[in-house]
């Protein structure tokens, strides 16, 4: 099989790759990646040397560019996103364009081809927040950022395509991913980072946020499943059960790098914060899939990592994320205090 990636440079999508060199050695991958901020090469470093693997850099809003690139594949699974709320919330516009006109760019070249199989790559976000009970796939679309409402716009669309031109397209939404090659502003390299660094980690408003965690290798597994098993037209949610509030993982951060809770500093809540996200992942239980081990296990892999390869984060934490930190936490009410 041929697989073109896009966003493979990204946190997920890195790791996506990789399972696919690793576990399906005839298969070829060919990577697209803007290399925005969040896209990092370094991500992909261990795969060069594969024959099987190809790198482009450029935009999937590129449409001379996707006509290369999407014909000779069987397979398009699509990452590429602006992925960070907290960005979304100063500034749309890049959001929207990759989100919604980049995921018309390849549908309207895939429509031309219309034996390659389509997967849009989403998130847990779309369904808004949930005070109880939890999403299933035919719950509705309920986002309150741009970043969410940016995603459900793609969504919809790739949907569209399917009704419309009957198109091979899936959709998986997925709940918080963690693991290694996460970019730093995220809260769990972010607070890992900064206590290897000496510095306290910023918990948003009461540290009672509600998310549901998933390593991102799990998600990357369950992706490569709804690939090669998935009905064509369905979506399926990818949820690991690991519901708790972000004031539970933060001190279990803290405890697995031996640091005390006056590391925590609870900073003023951004706006619109999502209180709780809960998915019925039941679909992919029926595909044979489930997440194959402990949070806290999982947890302290993670931890070992961003350990073990400070050179990968260190410069990501450099020049432009310091004002962007200095922005985003510590001039919020509480860092000082």
């Not at 907290?86 to 390849?106: E, H, I, K, P, Q």
């Not at 970043?147 to 949907?159: E, I, P």
């Amino acid at each position: 099989m041929n697989v073109l990636v896009t966003g493979g440079a990204g946190f997920i999508g890195s790791n996506f790759v990789r399972l696919l060199l690793h576990q399906r050695p005839d298969w070829r991958v060919t990577v697209l990646d803007k290399l925005t901020y969040a896209g990092n090469p370094a991500n992909l470093d261990d795969l060069k040397t594969s024959s099987r693997f190809t790198f482009y850099k450029g935009d999937i809003c590129d449409g001379s560019l996707m006509e290369k690139l999407i014909p000779p594949q069987d397979a398009v699974v699509n990452f590429a996103a602006e992925t960070h709320v907290d960005r979304s919330l100063t500034g749309a516009d890049d959001f929207l364009r990759t989100a919604v006109l980049g995921t018309n760019t390849m549908l309207e070249i895939i429509q031309r081809h219309p034996a390659i199989r389509y997967i849009q790559i989403s998130t847990d976000e779309v369904y808004g927040s949930l005070e109880e009970g939890s999403a299933t796939e035919a719950s509705p679309l309920v986002p309150r950022n741009p970043y969410s409402a940016s995603k459900a716009g793609g969504d919809l669309l790739a949907l569209s395509y399917k009704e419309s031109f009957g198109l091979d397209v899936l959709i998986t939404r997925s709940s918080n991913n963690f693991g290694p090659y996460q970019y730093p502003e995220k809260v769990m390299p972010l607070f890992i980072t900064n206590l290897l660094e000496g510095k306290p980690v910023p918990l948003y408003g009461d540290g009672l946020n509600i998310r549901d965690w998933l390593f991102v290798e799990d998600n990357c597994h369950a992706i490569l499943t709804v690939l090669e098993h998935g009905a064509s037209g369905h979506i399926y949610n990818i949820g690991a059960g690991n519901e708790m509030p972000n004031i539970t993982v933060t001190k279990m951060i803290l405890e697995a790098l031996n640091q005390p809770e006056s590391m925590i500093r609870m900073v003023e809540d951004r706006p619109g914060h999502d209180r709780r996200y809960s998915l019925v992942s039941d679909k992919m239980r029926l595909l044979g899939w489930k997440p194959e081990a402990a949070f806290r296990d999982q947890l302290e892999a993670t931890v070992a990592w961003y350990r073990e390869n400070p050179v990968w984060w260190e410069s990501l934490k450099s020049g432009a994320f310091k004002e962007y930190y200095r922005k985003m936490y510590e001039e919020r009410k509480g860092y000082y205090e």
